[in-house]
């Protein structure tokens, strides 16, 4: 079955850095577009950003100037590095993969187990 495990997550401080990974297993990742999505306590999941399996990247208000999200075909592995970090960071983060036809075929869509980020002093 198709597999994403993120890893990267941890405790910081208010700006440092971190540099999430999701890795991408039995999936024909480059025909897939990526994103990482984020969900913190008594909120819904919101898109932080996105990589199509073209290489356009689409990015929230909330990451412009603060994340750069990209891919590595060769390892099946979509990155998301996160600079200058603060509390509002503070989430699950959660990889996801999706195919989508058009409809000339079929759609598919996959999501990680999440890893956790905490920003605190």
């Known amino acids: 079955q198709v597999q994403l495990v993120e890893s990267g997550g941890g405790l910081v401080q208010p700006g440092e850095s971190l540099r999430l990974s999701c890795a991408a297993s039995?999936?024909?990742?480059?025909?897939?577009?990526m994103g990482w999505y984020r969900q913190a306590p008594g909120k819904q999941r919101e898109l932080v950003a996105s990589i199509t399996s073209g290489g356009i990247t689409n990015y929230a208000d909330i990451a412009k100037g603060r994340c750069t999200i990209s891919r590595d075909n060769t390892q099946n592995t979509v990155y998301l590095q996160m600079n200058d970090l603060n509390a509002e960071d503070t989430a699950a983060y959660y990889c996801?993969?999706?195919?989508?036809?058009?409809?000339?075929?079929?759609?598919?869509?996959?999501w990680g187990q999440g890893t956790q980020v905490t920003v605190s002093s």
């Open positions: 996801n993969a999706a195919f989508v036809s058009a409809g000339f075929g079929t759609d598919y869509e996959y």
């Open positions: 039995r999936i024909t990742f480059n025909i897939y577009d």
